[in-house]
């Protein structure tokens, strides 16, 4: 048993106890008087009056009751069942509420949530695919083709064009939010080390959190292109975005709430309520609020950082299959059909990429990577790859018909030979030359 300690520095005693995070007044008020208590000297009468002591509360949201939580001591040690003078067991629970019609409630939303994602992925990216596999069966790369000749599409990944969409963004955000309560339990499970499986289990639930980071990076792009600062930001990986959040978020919780971080949360669960009720209760309103706005700065301070220490250096062609995703990059190596050695194929397309890089106000989207979204066509002859072309959407592309030092050309009639547009780069500007075939691809 720990000294007896003065129940103003108590917090040293509390530090480690499970679900300390969410300990409530009364919670505190009752751990640090059985701190101040000397047990190292304690009859058994002493010890007794500390049998079966503890304290409950209850647990909201915005006001909303979510459940109730409990404290309390027992004498001995329930885990070994040891029971020693001196030795004492805390127990912490955590009872939700039934709100059955809630549930049912949430399950439609995200039935719903389900189905708008589903005609996003289809009005953004799907359609589009079709149409190209349409081309090429109809018209192929170019007028003239050769007999013979075969065309292979690899279709890229829309994930990219769905986190930028907003409503997106902010219904998952919603939808983690009314599920304040589990995430709560997660955050217990990730304060200790003891049993993995359950640390696991909270880590996984956690990874959910990347949407608040999504979220950031969606309304932060609409901000830059709003204010003309694209140049502010370099963009991330939404792949990389995903990982990052997933291994910062449960160190991060446990430093919350096993150090003298825990104050903060204790100060802010307790401002929703009234004075009366503040020590009965903990409402995580702002806490939420904080974990949210820690979780959203990760990109955004990452990509605002990046335009002042280091910019990117591009040593890979804009056509390759390489200069992709880490995702993708990783998924096309599997892909035996298109584990292509450079040099040994002809590689075109990616021209979008060259008025990126030479000014980021073409960017549609400046905070996140698109590179994913392209997909690449294999030209194939007699069952060999001779050739590969990179197609990009051009909604990708910000014409910039506002502005006249800016805004990009566009050739007055098709090229004949050619099925899709291309963007050309001039010693000052670029024009995107129109192919065959009205297409929202450009290669």
């Not at 208590?37 to 304690?42: E, I, K, M, P, R």
């Not at 963009?235 to 104050?263: F, H, K, M, R």
């Not at 002042?308 to 890979?316: F, P, Y």
Request: net charge positive; aromatic share 14%.
């Amino acid at each position: 048993m720990r000294d007896a300690l003065p129940e103003a520095n108590c917090i040293s005693f509390l530090l480690g106890l499970p679900g300390l995070i969410f300990y409530g007044g009364d919670f505190w008020n009752v751990l640090c008087s059985f701190a101040a208590t000397d047990h190292q000297n304690a009859t058994l009468g002493d010890a007794l009056r500390w049998d079966k002591v503890g304290a409950c509360q209850y647990g909201k949201f915005a006001s909303v009751l979510v459940g109730r939580q409990c404290i309390w001591l027992t004498i001995g040690n329930d885990l070994t069942g040891i029971d020693a003078l001196g030795v004492y067991t805390l127990t912490f629970t955590f009872q939700l509420g039934r709100f059955y019609t809630w549930l049912w409630v949430k399950f439609l939303y995200r039935v719903g949530l389900t189905c708008y994602v589903l005609h996003v992925m289809w009005r953004a990216y799907y359609r589009h695919c079709f149409h190209l596999a349409r081309t090429l069966t109809t018209h192929g790369l170019q007028r003239r083709t050769t007999r013979g000749t075969s065309f292979e599409i690899v279709i890229g990944d829309p994930t990219a064009l769905i986190l930028l969409d907003p409503i997106v963004s902010t219904a998952f955000t919603l939808d983690i939010w009314f599920s304040m309560e589990y995430m709560g339990i997660a955050m217990v499970r990730a304060t200790q080390f003891v049993d993995l499986y359950t640390l696991f289990l909270a880590f996984l639930y956690f990874s959910r959190t990347v949407w608040f980071a999504y979220l950031a990076l969606a309304l932060t792009s609409r901000s830059l292109k709003r204010y003309h600062k694209e140049h502010w930001f370099v963009e991330v990986d939404p792949t990389i975005v995903a990982v990052c959040v997933a291994v910062y978020a449960i160190p991060v919780d446990y430093l919350q709430a096993n150090t003298v971080v825990v104050y903060v949360y204790y100060y802010l669960f307790r401002l929703p309520s009234s004075a009366e009720m503040q020590d009965h209760q903990v409402d995580v309103l702002f806490g939420c609020v904080l974990l949210t706005l820690l979780i959203a700065a990760i990109p955004i301070l990452y990509g605002f950082a990046r335009t002042h220490c280091c910019r990117e250096t591009v040593s890979v062609p804009y056509a390759s299959l390489d200069y992709n995703s880490v995702k993708n990059r990783l998924l096309y190596k599997l892909i035996r059909s298109i584990t292509l050695r450079r040099g040994l194929v002809d590689e075109s397309g990616g021209s979008l990429y060259a008025a990126f890089a030479r000014d980021a106000r073409y960017k549609m989207h400046p905070t996140t990577s698109l590179r994913s979204v392209d997909c690449f066509v294999l030209t194939k002859r007699r069952g060999r790859t001779t050739h590969l072309k990179r197609l990009s959407l051009l909604s990708s592309l910000d014409r910039m018909a506002s502005d006249p030092e800016l805004a990009i050309s566009v050739a007055t009639s098709a090229t004949a030979d050619r099925t899709f547009a291309e963007l050309e780069a001039h010693d000052s500007s670029f024009q995107l030359a129109l192919g065959a075939v009205p297409s929202p691809w450009c290669s």
